[in-house]
């Protein structure tokens, strides 16, 4: 099954400073999502970038892809406390096929 | 209500019993999902029901037995487990609209250990 991958796997940074995430893919796509999730317990859903789509911005997150390199990048903006957590990109396949395929994630460290 | 629950939350259970997990929604979804997530690993598919019905399997060992008694409940029955099976698990459902998914909700998971 399709896996996005994500690259670096660990950030650590200070409050306020952006976070940027990297995710690519192997084959096509339907859309990439991006998920959070906090101390192992639930993911949950931050936002999901269609293959027709190039970039999209939801509060301090903004998401780029760019589907001729199979790759999309999350930022997230004047990070927070917050905002520590293991983000992970997936790929859904296309049409008829609702397999969501998860990539090995990132953890972030935010410092007050 | 855009809830997925999941009981139990914790289940600690030999290797000869048989127990089972508990996933509902109630947001009309026609996608639902078992995943199980080990320790700083991301989850991997385990089962995918879509209209009630078993539409992929991804070759998960007969010890697991998923069951979807109608659209709002997923159930994950487990017998003989082993002690790598300990994990979390993850119920999730999503829509699918024009045959295109939508996004997936998670529940909280139930935190398996066999021992």
């Known amino acids: 099954s399709q896996q996005g991958e994500e690259d670096p796997q660990a950030l650590s940074i200070q409050e306020g400073e952006n976070a940027t995430m990297n995710c690519s893919y192997k084959?096509?796509?339907?859309?990439l999502q991006w998920y959070r999730q906090n101390s192992g317990r639930g993911l949950v859903h931050l936002i999901l970038?269609?293959?027709?789509?190039r970039e999209k911005h939801s509060g301090r997150l903004r998401v780029t892809l760019d589907t001729s390199k199979k790759s999309s990048s999350l930022l997230i903006t004047a990070s927070r406390a917050a905002d520590t957590a293991s983000y992970f990109c997936?790929?859904?396949?296309?049409?008829?096929?609702?397999?969501?395929?998860f990539g090995k994630g990132n953890q972030v460290v935010v410092i007050p | 209500d855009t809830e997925v629950t999941q009981t139990p939350k914790h289940l600690v259970m030999g290797m000869t019993n048989k127990k089972s997990l508990k996933c509902e929604q109630h947001?009309?979804?026609?996608?639902m999902y078992w995943y199980k997530q080990k320790a700083k690993k991301p989850p991997e598919l385990m089962f995918v029901?879509?209209?009630?019905?078993?539409?992929i399997n991804e070759s998960v060992p007969s010890r697991f037995s998923p069951e979807c008694p109608n659209s709002s409940l997923l159930n994950l029955h487990l017998h003989a487990l082993q002690p790598e099976d300990s994990a979390l698990y993850l119920c999730?459902?999503?829509?699918?609209?024009?045959?295109?998914?939508?996004?997936?909700?998670f529940g909280q998971g139930t935190r398996l250990t066999v021992v």
């Open positions: 999730a459902s999503s829509q699918g609209v024009g045959g295109r998914w939508t996004e997936a909700f």
């Open positions: 084959t096509s796509i339907n859309n």
């Open positions: 970038i269609r293959s027709n789509e």
């Open positions: 997936a790929t859904a396949s296309y049409y008829g096929n609702n397999r969501l395929a």
């Open positions: 947001m009309g979804h026609r996608a």
């Open positions: 029901y879509s209209y009630e019905k078993l539409s």
